[in-house]
């Protein structure tokens, strides 16, 4: 019999603010122990806490840092060959490390593990926000957890912005710093009281979302386009058509698809970025149609086989930096040409790869797919209240939407 964790609001001592603690509980064999977490919430903020999609940026940055706080005791009880409270205890809290102070550290120990999981991408992105942080504060003195306060946060924005940084940009490396924080919390190097990403204290910016979907009579214009055969503009049509036509499939699952992946009437696939992130990544279903396979035939790497790379993009055991380099240089290559394309057909639209998932979805809807359909299909497996919905559509009605993506060919 394992132990089992949770989380417990502890109402036996209110305090002042009129919040309880909320503890670690460990169960085993009917004995419970508690353990303190250092954040402290309301019953009314509990009860949101427990709602599969809280709405507040409080409750959900409070909802992820209790998810690790269980997510470490359950790794700790995976680890240990025979439970027992004084050997949980020991691995859990006694051997734990003094906390530093210091955000730069906190930058450098997780870059660090990201790049030890292979997740190149991600690690440059904290790496790219580390970096301007680090310009921003440009003094000679640490930066600490008590630095990062409401106006640090303004002073960081305003300092970005002026930069010439759009908001966009802003709000990636203040996820990032937050992400460093939460952990600092965590790992008892601050405070929970002085947290300051709160609606009351400091929300970080989000970019204004921009319409990025082309038309179906857009779509119908690339479809038609004649591209000189075998050119590399005809492959960067065919590749972002295949990504439109695969639920959005982005550059580097296509260049990580393997003919494993590829069936009769089903592509299954597991997006790179969230394999690492969840602990249950469903699969993504994409049906087959007659084009997909169709550029699949042209493009593909012969002689076929399982285990091989469908595109030839990538090559068997790359380092995750290499595999990065290649996937950008991949992408660019695709936005170019098809940026061009459009720039011909007078398609007056910045078109890359990430329209083609932003019409995908588009197209959908339009067509009057059902949002949990298209949940499904985009992979966002963070929306916890369309997962009862997903095993509810069978293959034939896939099919039948996936036929909405060339639609147009039915005039023809």
Not at 91 to 119: H, N
Request: hydrophobic residues 35%; positive net charge.
């Amino acid at each position: 019999m394992s132990a089992i964790v949770s989380l417990y609001l502890d109402t036996r001592r209110q305090k002042n603010d009129g919040s309880f603690p909320v503890k670690l509980r460990v169960t085993f064999q009917r004995k419970q122990q508690y353990y303190p977490t250092g954040i402290n919430l309301t019953e009314q903020q509990w009860e949101k806490v427990g709602k599969p999609k809280p709405r507040e940026d409080f409750i959900r940055d409070t909802k992820r840092l209790l998810e690790t706080f269980s997510d470490r005791a359950e790794k700790v009880i995976r680890e240990m060959p025979l439970f027992s409270f004084d050997e949980f205890e020991t691995r859990y809290i006694g051997t734990a490390e003094a906390p530093s102070d210091s955000v730069f550290a906190g930058f450098e120990r997780y870059i660090g593990q990201l790049k030890k999981e292979g997740r190149a991408g991600t690690a440059s992105s904290y790496q790219c926000a580390v970096n301007a942080i680090q310009h921003y504060h440009s003094r000679k003195t640490p930066l600490t957890y008590r630095d990062i306060d409401p106006q640090w946060l303004k002073g960081f924005e305003q300092w970005m912005l002026a930069s010439g940084n759009s908001i966009t940009s802003v709000g990636i490396y203040l996820r990032s710093l937050r992400t460093i924080y939460n952990q600092a919390v965590e790992d008892g190097a601050i405070d929970r009281e002085v947290y300051p990403f709160t609606k009351r204290r400091y929300q970080i910016p989000t970019g204004r979302n921009t319409k990025k979907a082309l038309t179906l009579a857009d779509i119908e214009k690339i479809f038609h386009y004649e591209a000189e055969p075998g050119s590399a503009e005809e492959r960067a049509r065919d590749l972002w058509l295949f990504s439109y036509l695969c639920n959005g499939m982005n550059p580097k699952d296509i260049a990580r698809l393997t003919y494993q992946q590829v069936g009769e009437k089903q592509i299954r696939f597991v997006r790179a970025k969230t394999e690492r992130t969840k602990r249950e990544v469903k699969p993504i279903t994409v049906a087959v149609t007659d084009d997909v396979l169709r550029i699949i035939a042209k493009w593909g790497q012969k002689p076929v086989s399982p285990q091989r790379y469908v595109f030839g993009v990538l090559e068997p055991g790359m380092s995750a930096e290499r595999e990065r380099a290649v996937v950008l240089q991949f992408t660019k290559t695709i936005n170019k040409y098809i940026g061009r394309i459009a720039l011909s057909l007078g398609i007056d639209k910045d078109v890359t790869t990430y329209t083609a998932r932003h019409s995908f979805s588009t197209v959908l809807k339009r067509s009057g797919a059902p949002i949990e359909f298209i949940s499904e299909s985009l992979g966002h497996q963070d929306i916890r209240t369309t997962e009862s919905y997903l095993d509810s559509f069978e293959d034939d009605v896939k099919a039948q939407y996936a036929s909405a993506l060339t639609s147009f060919k039915k005039k023809e």
